[in-house]
């Protein structure tokens, strides 16, 4: 047999191709232990036992057999202005946010702004405020200017604008360099450089990526409700509390109804923005 062929060659040159190594063996047992026994100890430490997971399986259930049939109930009107009113909170909110993190995209990209220092700053400002999620911003803003869709409008905006600028630095720092030089050769300034050579190239990436903020920000507008930063989110929180199943199942219906047309037209001006 050559030695192409014969595995015990290639066994005794290539040992870790064929089975790990004692010390890597010890390291994957050892791996699964740690893991297991934090598995373990999560389900300890936040009692998750077969018993409560079937108390509150069967107390969905109740729940689920009281939705059925959806009724809209006397307050119809309500909650088609409650969905109208997310619907407005996710537009205003993830537009202006789009606006602003234009130039803090282009402040976060290494071919702009070219201080290492600077960029370094700018990135982690984006990193803290990812950090902080939408529904907190919702509860401080809520404190700050009461009660009602502004706050929720605030939250939206100030939760997308770190996401946003460094999806678009990202974009930015993909684009090419020759619009970049053949706008500088024509005799253009920096800004028109950065105006007429790269803004072009990322402009309809940067309108994809809002649209898709905004379909997904509808359906984090809902949720905001029921901290009271306003639209359909009130609505349901109001109905559980007074256990109005079959009117909470119809604001589902509604909501779910909305989202996908949402869904359905933005993924259609999204595919035609980044010419497919």
């Not at 990209?109 to 700018?122: D, G």
């Not at 809520?142 to 604008?161: Q, Y």
């Not at 050769?185 to 990436?205: E, H």
């Amino acid at each position: 047999m050559s030695a192409t062929i014969d595995p015990n060659i290639w066994r005794a040159r290539l040992p870790r191709a064929f089975a790990p190594s004692p010390l890597g063996r010890v390291l994957r047992v050892a791996g699964a232990a740690v893991f297991l026994a934090w598995l373990g100890f999560s389900l300890w430490w936040l009692d998750v036992t077969p018993q409560r997971i079937w108390n509150g399986l069967s107390g969905l259930g109740v729940i689920l057999r009281l939705m059925i049939p959806p009724a809209p109930g006397e307050l119809w009107l309500d909650i088609l202005q409650g969905m109208a009113e997310s619907v407005a909170m996710a537009f205003l909110g993830t537009f202006a946010a789009a606006l602003v993190a234009v130039p803090l995209g282009f402040m976060g990209a290494s071919n702009v702004v070219t201080a290492t220092l600077l960029r370094f700053s700018i990135r982690r400002v984006f990193d803290g405020m990812r950090g902080v999620d939408q529904l907190i911003w919702a509860l401080a803003y809520v404190r700050a200017v009461g009660l009602g869709p502004l706050a929720g409008v605030l939250a939206i905006f100030t939760a997308d604008i770190a996401v946003l600028a460094k999806l678009y630095a990202e974009a930015i720092e993909t684009a090419e360099r020759r619009q970049v030089e053949g706008v500088t050769a024509a005799g253009g300034s920096r800004l028109a450089a950065l105006r007429f050579g790269v803004l072009p190239q990322v402009l309809p990436l940067m309108l994809a990526q809002a649209l898709y903020f905004f379909e997904s920000n509808t359906r984090s507008a809902t949720i905001l409700g029921v901290v009271g930063a306003g639209g359909i989110g009130l609505q349901i929180s109001e109905r559980i509390r007074v256990r109005h199943w079959d009117e909470v199942a119809f604001i589902i219906i509604v909501m779910i109804v909305t989202v996908a047309i949402i869904d359905r037209v933005s993924a259609a001006l999204r595919q035609r923005l980044i010419g497919r």
